[in-house]
Nanobody, 118 residues
Framework: QVQLVESGGGLVQPGGSLRLSCVASGSVSPLNTMAWYRQAPGKEREMVAR???????NYTDSVKGRFTMSRDNRKNTMALEMNSLKVEDSGVYYC????????????WGQGTQVTVSS
């Protein structure tokens, strides 16, 4: 089992910045894919950024150039630096970890609220 715990959400004005962090613990395999998702009220959960082990991050088009995902494989952590935040970036952000060579298992954090409002 893998446990994921996020931190760093909050209320910020449009144009502001936030940094989200996520710590993975338990039976974490080094060959995993880490990702950030978000879900706005009334909308489906969407992938924001995704970073396989040993590869660069991929981003959804709406956050390219504004968000930066990083990961620390030694500490089993991931982070999402969010700049130039927009109202439409509001939602609950979840960190996600997928691992398994034969059978993939997906783990989710509890979510952290990000609200962009003036």
């Amino acid at each position: 089992q893998v446990q994921l715990v996020e931190s760093g959400g909050g209320l910020v004005q449009p144009g502001g910045s936030l940094r989200l962090s996520c710590v993975a613990s338990g039976s974490v395999s080094p060959l995993n894919t880490m990702a950030w998702y978000r879900q706005a009220p009334g909308k489906e959960r969407e992938m924001v950024a995704r970073m396989p082990w040993g590869a660069g991050a991929n981003y959804t088009d709406s956050v390219k150039g504004r968000f930066t995902m990083s990961r620390d494989n030694r500490k089993n952590t991931m982070a999402l630096e969010m700049n130039s935040l927009k109202v439409e970036d509001s939602g609950v952000y979840y960190c996600n970890l997928v691992q398994g060579l034969v059978v993939e298992t997906s783990y989710w954090g509890q979510g952290t609220q990000v609200t962009v409002s003036s």
